[in-house]
């Protein structure tokens, strides 16, 4: 098994098509074939997470996706930030979250912590 670290775009670009091609093989995760491509996959997740890192979602943002996913309305986050107005100001970006609707938020929907308390994109 042939595999080197990842430096470079070229050897990230060459690591991605081997994975497409392994992927394509299917192989038992025990075959040599299944082992080279979890190495692979290895390699390419921690050089994305060092040069390709993704920013936590804007929090409004994760809210909205989330009530989305659940089919959730603003009446349904009332016991997680309040009355609902105060849902609302928080939808529209009037308020800002606080830390107890953080917690809420964060164990009655399961929305990371980090997206939570990420800077909100500003109100247009």
Known sequence: MEIH??????????????????????????SPAGARLDALVTLVQAYEARHHPIDPPDPVEAIKFRMEQAGLTARDLEPLIGRR????????????????????????????AEALIAEPTPAP
């Open 85 to 112: 107005h105060r849902v609302y100001e928080i939808l529209n970006r009037k308020r800002a979250l606080t830390l107890p609707m953080i917690r809420r938020l964060h164990r009655g929907l399961g929305i990371p």
């Open 5 to 30: 670290p990842i430096r470079t775009e070229a050897d990230y670009r060459a690591a991605l098509r081997a994975i497409d091609a392994l992927m394509a093989e299917d192989p038992e995760p025990d």
